[in-house]
């Protein structure tokens, strides 16, 4: 575990010396994946030079979910500030034209978007790099909004599974309520990411290592028993979702 810490403390301090950047911005949720990066980043470049942005939308954000992200900012970021979302959104749907209120999907992607405005602004106001959230098993899926919380300068978990991300977090002393709550992109209320995607993070990540490894969906189910249906679906969602983690393709001319 120390070796993997210090491997992603090495990168960290690297793209911000290379980008010659004062320090990072990072989207502080009260979620273990944007604990785990502050933590990280504060161990890479010292905690005076992590910025934590809080946020919250009144609709979405629990109280515990405001007070867990608030004490990872004070654990972690010399700096942080904390910007209510309900205005910023309110704003927006009043000047779409065709703006409906139960578009579920649209609207929270458009929450997700807000924030990475808000995120880029500090970053570029303060001289700072965007550090991303993004674990290895959301990214595999795609369960992320592009250009949303899927936007940022680099991705110091990217190659964790959800599940050693958690084994990461205990590592660093993460608070277990922390650790153990139930991960959720907080776009709607009710939303879980378990639920939505239909299997525990342990099943998943056991898939997912097994379709890297180039295991066919039908052995791989069989060997974790897994429904082959349950299995294919999510087999369609890291294929599916392709094009969230390409750069966007060129038409080219020559």
Not at 64 to 93: K, N, P, T
Not at 184 to 208: F, K, R, V
Request: glycine share 8%; charged share 30%; hydrophobic share 40%.
């Amino acid at each position: 575990m120390k070796e993997t810490v210090d491997a992603i403390c090495a990168f960290i301090k690297q793209k911000v010396e290379k980008a010659g950047a004062d320090g990072v911005a990072v989207g502080v949720s009260g979620g273990i994946d944007s604990a785990v990066v502050a933590a990280l980043c504060a161990k890479a470049i010292g905690k005076d030079r992590v910025y934590a942005l809080i946020l919250p939308d009144k609709e979405t954000t629990s109280q515990e979910e405001l007070q867990d992200a608030r004490e990872i900012a004070s654990m972690f970021a010399g700096r942080a500030s904390e910007i209510e979302l309900a205005d910023i959104y309110a704003a927006f749907a009043r000047k779409i034209p065709d703006y409906a209120e139960g578009a579920r999907i649209p609207n929270g992607n458009l929450k997700a978007r807000i924030r990475m405005c808000v995120l880029y602004y500090y970053a570029n106001k303060f001289g700072l790099l965007v550090a991303g959230t993004g674990d290895k098993s959301e990214i595999a899926l795609g369960y992320f909004t592009k250009y949303g919380d899927g936007a940022c300068d680099f991705l110091p978990i990217g190659d964790l599974y959800k599940t050693e991300v958690k084994e990461v977090a205990r590592f660093l002393g993460i608070p277990a309520r922390i650790i153990e709550k139930e991960s959720s992109p907080g776009l709607w209320p009710g939303q879980t990411a378990e639920n939505e995607i239909g299997l525990n993070y342990s099943e998943i990540d056991n898939l997912l290592r097994a379709f890297e490894a180039g295991e066919s969906v039908e052995k791989a189910a069989e060997r974790l028993g897994i429904r082959t249906d349950i299995a294919q679906r999510i087999k369609l969602m890291t294929e599916n979702s392709a094009h969230k983690r390409a750069v966007p393709e060129v038409c080219k001319l020559r």
